[in-house]
């Protein structure tokens, strides 16, 4: 099945056997605030000013996630950010997630190396089949990681650009955070994405510790 076949997280629950869980992962008040540089900030408002109905889905990636994403990438330089890169597990789990974050090949390899993060755009804002693509997404990494120990945890989010959602994937369990992000809180936003990273460069260093 193509990601896109997944349109709600009961698709992926049924058929890999997992357990949904809303609770709180993040406590938003331990969370740093970033200010976002006078370049991100140019970039966003010029763009939300003058297409703010006419973005492609295209153009909201790369012109309102990507550059967020990047902000946050240039303080976590052993992380690679790629972009609509197709990965197939078999022929029953395949599609291009919007976004994933991975680790950098160490010896410079141009190769998608343990992806930890999955950001899916909610297309047409619709955040219910956001989340079934991104499980299955989440399902897909995380078989591609199956050979590592302990197995990494798989973070997702989903996001129209000016909304931002978050979960998790831990073994057979998936955790939706209940209470999402909004633009207009760009600091904490990039705040919670610095955690995510850091968190996926942790994780990086005790897989290296332990080969």
Request: charged share 15%; net charge neutral.
């Given at each position: 099945m193509s990601f896109q076949d997944f349109v709600s997280t009961d698709v992926?629950?049924?058929?890999y056997d997992l357990i949904r869980r809303d609770e709180k992962m993040i406590d938003y008040g331990q969370i740093q605030p970033i200010s976002p540089s006078d370049v991100?900030?140019?970039?966003?408002?010029?763009?939300?000013?003058?297409?703010?109905?006419l973005l492609s889905e295209y153009a909201l990636c790369e012109r309102i996630i990507y550059p967020i994403l990047r902000e946050v990438w240039k303080r976590h330089l052993k992380l690679e950010?790629?972009?609509?890169?197709?990965?197939?597990v078999d022929e029953e789990l395949s599609g291009v997630p919007d976004y994933l974050i991975a680790r950098k090949s160490p010896r410079g390899f141009q190769r998608l190396?343990?992806?930890?993060?999955?950001?899916?755009e909610a297309k047409r804002e619709d955040f219910i089949t956001g989340?079934?693509?991104?499980?299955?997404?989440?399902?897909?990494?995380?078989?591609?990681n199956s050979?590592?120990?302990?197995?990494?945890?798989?973070?997702?989010?989903?996001?129209?650009?000016?909304i931002w959602e978050i979960g998790k994937l831990e073994n057979q369990v998936v955790t939706i955070h209940p209470f999402n992000l909004s633009l207009t809180q760009l600091n904490l936003l990039l705040g919670v994405l610095d955690y995510l990273f850091a968190e996926c460069e942790a994780q990086l260093a005790k897989i290296e510790k332990s080969v």
């Open positions: 992926a629950l049924e058929k991100l900030m140019d970039s966003l408002e010029f763009d939300l000013k003058h297409h703010p109905q950010v790629w972009s609509h890169i197709p990965i197939q190396e343990m992806p930890l993060l999955v950001v899916i989340w079934g693509q991104c499980l299955a997404a989440m399902v897909a990494v995380q078989k591609l050979g590592i120990k302990p197995l990494p945890v798989i973070y997702g989010m989903v996001t129209t650009g000016r």
